[in-house]
């Protein structure tokens, strides 16, 4: 099956094992609390909708995986539509805002996957276009908001997966990209960047390299044959810093390292060979501070650590070796927040702990040590909701992984909730702002992710379960 195949399946793949089992197996029995109207489980893919109201999936016995909606309480929290009536579900995936809809991927069970959309209402939630007619689907997704248009790929069953745009209905749908059409096309990694839009696509004579489109045909082109002939250059990590496009790439001269794209063949080009020769420096977390992109990657001397770069070779700096030597520090994504920048790293002292940087080494330190002495805190899933950072930590001495809240100093770096008591793991993600909650999914210790809303209240604030409440995990 095709990498974008299982791509698109994979957004489906978080499903519990044992809903997907229940899913297919009407007969199973289930506890009578698991039918109550509000008990679903497995949300996913949060999507604001004006109005005070938040989309995503979920899954209930009664309907399978489906579409519901928001306000942040239970009075206000509904199935939005059972796109596909029954047990099965309709697997929606990839929510997305444009133009007061949340546009997403379903099947009504007669056609495949394609693009939906939802205004908040059962009426207005139906399917944009058919545009693989037929139970296969074309598949949507990375949708991805560019100008005045919705863009995502798709197969429409003859010119293989390819880069398309709406702006809401049949008629306002039409494909921008022809890569070498034919079943086996494959472009993926929408990225805008001011003007443009970047993607990566593979053709018979040049594999898989960088591309760019302004959003019509006959400005889709090739930026560079990156690594020359056949073989792919391994393009990830795509991250825009205004105009230009950073990534990661090997041209089969030097190893894995670190490029910058205006999007011509003139101006695509290696920003600096960390590691010197075929060796790569695996360039990660990159992370956008102003004008400055900052990254993780290992020199061959220091190991992993921060780094950062104004896109010139004189401009590119190891900002601070975290754990002297070459262990390496960096452990985590890097998320910017308040002019500052914030990871997971250890020192080789302490565990993995979070780290603040405001991109000099003095002013790189470490802000908790969250599970104090050699155990790791391993902050990680950061999410940056108004002037606080939120993210999933291990608080040490046999507490598990619970959501935890940052200003950036230490005595504002506290857990929300014990949410899974005792050692066992709540793993939060997904936290979202709905007017003056935080919304967020996470584990409620009974083995089902489900979906959780904070209010400040005091100085602690309060965590609330969104749903009626299960005593078992949903089997």
């Known amino acids: 099956m095709r990498a974008v195949c299982l791509a698109v399946l994979a957004l489906f793949a978080s499903l519990p094992i044992a809903a997907q089992d229940l899913a297919q197996d009407p007969e199973r029995e289930v506890l009578p609390e698991q039918r109550q109207r509000l008990a679903f489980i497995a949300p996913s893919g949060l999507a604001p909708l004006?109005?005070?109201?938040?989309?995503?999936?979920?899954?209930?016995?009664?309907?399978?995986?489906?579409?519901?909606?928001?306000?942040?309480?239970?009075?206000?929290?509904?199935?939005?539509?059972?796109?596909?009536?029954?047990f099965r579900g309709?697997?929606?995936?990839?929510?997305?805002?444009?133009?007061?809809?949340?546009?997403?991927?379903?099947?009504?069970?007669?056609?495949?996957?394609?693009?939906?959309?939802?205004?908040?209402?059962?009426?207005?939630?139906?399917?944009?276009?058919?545009?693989?007619?037929?139970?296969?689907?074309?598949?949507?997704n990375e949708l991805t908001v560019f100008r005045d248009a919705l863009y995502f790929v798709?197969?429409?069953?003859?010119?293989?997966?390819?880069?398309?745009?709406?702006?809401?209905?049949?008629?306002?749908?039409?494909?921008?990209?022809?890569?070498d059409a034919g079943p086996r096309a494959l472009t993926r990694q929408l990225t805008v960047a001011g003007s443009r839009l970047f993607f990566t696509a593979t053709t018979r004579t040049h594999g898989h390299e960088l591309w760019v489109t302004d959003g019509t045909p006959e400005h889709t082109r090739m930026v560079k044959d990156i690594r020359p002939g056949l073989e792919d250059a391994g393009i990830q990590n795509l991250?825009?810093?205004?105009?230009?496009?950073?990534?990661?790439?090997?041209?089969?001269?030097?190893?894995?390292?670190?490029?910058?794209?205006?999007g011509t063949a003139h101006g695509t080009h290696v920003v600096k060979d960390l590691r010197p020769g075929a060796a790569p420096s695996r360039p990660a977390h990159l992370a956008v501070l102003g004008r400055?992109?900052?990254?993780?990657?290992?020199?061959?001397?220091?190991?992993?650590?921060?780094?950062?770069t104004d896109g010139t070779a004189k401009g590119t700096a190891l900002v601070k070796d975290i754990r002297p030597g070459p262990s390496g520090s960096?452990?985590?994504?890097?998320?910017?927040?308040?002019?500052?920048?914030?990871?997971?790293?250890?020192?080789?002292?302490s565990g993995a702990e979070l780290w603040r940087s405001d991109g000099t080494a003095a002013g790189t330190v470490r802000v908790k040590d969250i599970a104090p002495g050699a155990e790791n805190g391993s902050p990680a899933r950061f999410a940056v909701v108004g002037s606080r950072l939120w993210f999933a930590a291990n608080g040490g001495g046999g507490r598990g992984v619970e959501p935890w809240i940052s200003d950036g100093t230490p005595a504002g770096t506290r857990a929300v909730a014990d949410l899974a008591a005792g050692e066992r793991h709540a793993m939060p993600l997904g936290f979202r702002a709905l007017g003056d909650a935080v919304l967020f999914v996470a584990d409620d210790g009974h083995g089902n992710d489900r979906l959780w809303s904070y209010r400040q209240n005091g100085k602690n604030g309060k965590v609330t379960l969104i749903g009626d409440p299960l005593k078992a995990r949903l089997r």
């Open 154 to 179: 798709a197969d429409d069953g003859q010119t293989g997966f390819q880069v398309w745009k709406t702006t809401g209905d049949a008629k306002g749908t039409t494909r921008v990209s022809a890569v």
């Open 292 to 308: 400055t992109l900052y990254f993780s990657a290992d020199d061959g001397v220091h190991g992993i650590e921060l780094w950062k």
């Open 330 to 349: 960096v452990s985590s994504p890097i998320a910017a927040m308040g002019g500052k920048l914030y990871f997971a790293a250890t020192d080789g002292v």
């Open 50 to 86: 004006g109005s005070g109201k938040m989309v995503f999936s979920a899954f209930h016995v009664t309907t399978g995986q489906e579409l519901w909606v928001t306000d942040g309480s239970n009075a206000g929290t509904t199935l939005l539509k059972d796109i596909r009536p029954g």
């Open 90 to 140: 309709s697997f929606p995936a990839g929510q997305v805002a444009f133009k007061g809809h949340v546009y997403t991927t379903a099947t009504d069970g007669t056609r495949g996957l394609e693009l939906w959309r939802t205004d908040g209402t059962a009426a207005g939630t139906t399917q944009v276009i058919d545009l693989r007619p037929g139970e296969e689907g074309s598949m949507p």
């Open 239 to 262: 991250t825009a810093v205004g105009n230009d496009i950073y990534f990661t790439a090997h041209d089969g001269e030097h190893g894995t390292e670190l490029w910058k794209s205006d």
